[in-house]
């Protein structure tokens, strides 16, 4: 199991970005698929964006986000990092990434280890 700690949350006016990383640790880190979900108050966790342990070879994003947000990742560093650009009131929420040994899922039970979160709001 990897442990993560996500951060670069923050207040954010409508239009602007944010950056959040998850940083790792553990040993083979670049075995795993990252994921993303997020949580507003009174919903359930949904899907954000899932990128797979070779990076560019596959991703893959909730409609919701698309085009907007964009995951990357350093093995060296054992970090992935979520690009929010764009961003809408609709994105407040508490973000999470995930980690899993399988191909990319956006399934939550995909995914073994989860950090704390880190929250997001979007003013109008």
């Known amino acids: 199991q990897v442990q993560l700690v996500e951060s670069g949350g923050g207040l954010v006016q409508a239009g602007g970005s944010l950056r959040l990383s998850c940083a790792a640790s553990?040993?083979?880190?670049?075995?795993?698929?990252m994921g993303w979900f997020r949580q507003a108050p009174g919903k359930e966790r949904e899907f954000v964006g899932a990128i797979s342990w070779s990076g560019g070879i596959l991703s893959y994003y909730a409609d919701s986000v698309k085009g907007r947000f964009t995951i990357s990742r350093d093995n060296a560093e054992n970090t992935v990092y979520l690009q929010m650009n764009s961003l809408k009131p609709e994105d407040t929420a508490v973000y999470y990434c995930a980690a899993g040994l399988v191909a990319v899922s956006r399934l939550e039970r995909a995914y073994d280890s989860w950090g704390q979160g880190t929250q997001v709001t979007v003013s109008s």
């Open positions: 553990g040993r083979t880190f670049s075995r795993y698929t």
